[in-house]
């Protein structure tokens, strides 16, 4: 589903879809996150790896989505397996991206990714 979603260009429906993803993400309903995490992050991580410089807002919209995943986190963390999970396809992107976007996401998701780490 989230897939689909992200191939849509338009800015405001991204940050709205962020914003949907962290509210869900953020539910205090137990098993919603991890649901969510499981639901989510093979779409994203498959996004952020299909890398390509002429497509670069599909990987930067995906870091910032993963980054929503990060931010509806429980107390207790990310969970486990969720940085193995995304990590090397993240530090793939990094390699390669020389979008600005792209590179701006990925500071500010790994600036904020300790203060969550599981």
Known sequence: MLIALIRAVDPIFLSLLNDVLL????????GVYEATVKEASPRLTTSIGNYNANESWVAS????????LARGAPETGLGE???????????????VAEDRDVLHVRICFFSFYPSRAA
């Open 81 to 95: 397996g969720f940085f193995a999970a995304i990590a090397p396809t993240v530090f793939d992107c990094m390699r």
């Open 23 to 30: 509210s869900i993400a953020s539910s205090n309903v137990s």
């Open 61 to 68: 919209s995906a870091l910032e989505l993963v980054g929503s």
